[in-house]
């Protein structure tokens, strides 16, 4: 309120000379300032708008940065994937962050690797599953290989045998795990030019996501 009263009696001043505003200007610091009006400005050094050395990559308001990719399904434009391995009830057991244009089965392997020990009721921890279900995408017979040197059933379905109308009998846990993802803000849009950045949020959201669980399971 009172810097919209101080303003309204600005507008009534006449040439370039400035009143004293009354409490806040006692001495006329202000309005001795105002009547000499702008000196010249300082130029020290190089101009700054000249690209130094470590200034000449990526620009503040330009877009890019690494894992990003042209998207196949977004009209080619840059971009970058999530991707997710959960268990049974949606939670996120390992993510990684690729290329928008990268195909799903290039990161399943690295995927099933970064599993973490699971505490089990008997017996040491569980390092991997019984079994892994996924979607046409991953039908390829070097990851079926890979699975079973894991001791992990693949349950992959099979390009021009399974029905697509029962995809998504196990597809929908995957789907949901994912929307708990990027319902975070910060990761719906990338706004982390460097990768291990963007891929740090990733991992503290699927961390948030298990915490969540665990509080609604022990309240």
Same mark, same amino acid.
């Given at each position: 309120?009172?810097?919209?009263?101080?303003?309204?009696?600005?507008?009534?001043?006449?040439?370039?000379? %400035? *009143? *004293?505003?009354?409490?806040?200007?006692?001495?006329?610091?202000?309005?001795?300032?105002?009547?000499?009006?702008?000196?010249?400005?300082?130029?020290?050094?190089?101009?700054?708008?000249?690209?130094?050395?470590?200034?000449?990559?990526?620009?503040?308001?330009?877009?890019?940065?690494?894992?990003?990719?042209?998207? *196949?399904?977004?009209?080619?434009?840059?971009?970058?994937?999530?991707?997710?391995?959960?268990?049974?009830?949606?939670? *996120?057991?390992?993510?990684?962050?690729?290329?928008?244009?990268?195909?799903?089965?290039?990161?399943?392997?690295?995927?099933?690797?970064?599993?973490?020990?699971?505490?089990?009721?008997?017996?040491?921890?569980?390092?991997?599953?019984?079994?892994?279900?996924?979607?046409?995408?991953?039908?390829?017979?070097? /990851?079926?290989?890979?699975?079973? %040197?894991?001791?992990?059933?693949?349950?992959?379905?099979?390009?021009?045998?399974?029905?697509?109308?029962?995809?998504?009998?196990?597809?929908?846990?995957?789907?949901?795990?994912?929307?708990?993802?990027?319902?975070?803000?910060?990761?719906?849009?990338?706004?982390?030019?460097?990768?291990?950045?963007?891929?740090?949020?990733?991992?503290?959201?699927?961390?948030?996501?298990?915490?969540?669980?665990? /509080?609604?399971?022990?309240?």
């Amino acid at each position: 309120m009172r810097m919209a009263a101080s303003a309204t009696r600005v507008r009534g001043v006449q040439g370039h000379r %400035a *009143p *004293p505003v009354r409490r806040l200007d006692q001495g006329g610091v202000v309005a001795t300032v105002a009547r000499r009006g702008a000196g010249p400005t300082r130029v020290q050094g190089v101009d700054r708008l000249v690209s130094r050395h470590c200034r000449c990559g990526i620009g503040a308001g330009e877009k890019g940065g690494g894992l990003t990719g042209p998207s *196949p399904v977004d009209r080619g434009k840059p971009g970058s994937k999530i991707h997710a391995l959960s268990d049974r009830n949606g939670l *996120p057991l390992s993510v990684g962050v690729s290329a928008a244009n990268t195909h799903d089965s290039v990161c399943l392997e690295s995927l099933v690797q970064a599993i973490p020990a699971v505490r089990s009721r008997r017996g040491p921890r569980r390092r991997r599953p019984n079994k892994l279900h996924a979607d046409k995408g991953y039908d390829y017979p070097h /990851l079926r290989r890979m699975l079973r %040197a894991r001791g992990i059933r693949p349950r992959i379905a099979r390009r021009g045998i399974e029905s697509p109308n029962r995809l998504g009998r196990h597809r929908w846990v995957i789907e949901r795990t994912i929307a708990w993802l990027t319902g975070y803000r910060r990761l719906t849009i990338r706004y982390e030019r460097n990768p291990g950045l963007y891929c740090a949020f990733v991992t503290l959201a699927a961390a948030l996501t298990c915490h969540k669980r665990y /509080l609604k399971l022990t309240t």
